[in-house]
């Protein structure tokens, strides 16, 4: 079992904990003895690429739907529902491998995560 830091999260708490929001893993990013921890670096900055990349997916899904909801609404209710469904399930799967102790990279996400976190 993983050694708990003096503030009694473990690192796989901590990379786990980085995933709820970006808010977390910048103050993780941020905060002592978090960020000396490459693991938990990893999970913090691959959060963050997770959250631009659903931001810039969802305004590219808005600027179809505009056009497309007056052609097929059906078609993109389906769209939405998809895409939901998918970011949802990505989230939970880095959850579980955080908590796991996995470095779990996405892909492109992934690289550039480690990249960052330095491994």
């Not at 978090?34 to 693991?39: D, I, L, T």
């Not at 939901?84 to 990279?105: D, R, T, Y």
């Amino acid at each position: 079992m993983p050694e708990p830091t003096p503030t009694g999260l473990t690192d796989n708490s901590a990379g786990a904990l980085a995933y709820v929001t970006f808010v977390p893993a910048i103050v993780f990013l941020a905060m002592p003895p978090y960020n000396a921890s490459p693991y938990v670096r990893f999970h913090s900055w691959q959060s963050i690429f997770l959250f631009i990349a659903a931001v810039v997916i969802w305004v590219v899904v808005a600027i179809i739907s505009a056009v497309g909801v007056f052609l097929v609404p059906v078609l993109m209710g389906m769209l939405h529902l998809l895409i939901s469904l998918a970011l949802f399930l990505v989230w939970i799967l880095c959850v579980i491998q955080a908590l796991n102790g996995k470095l779990f990279k996405l892909p492109v996400i992934g690289a550039l995560a480690a990249k960052q976190a330095g491994l």
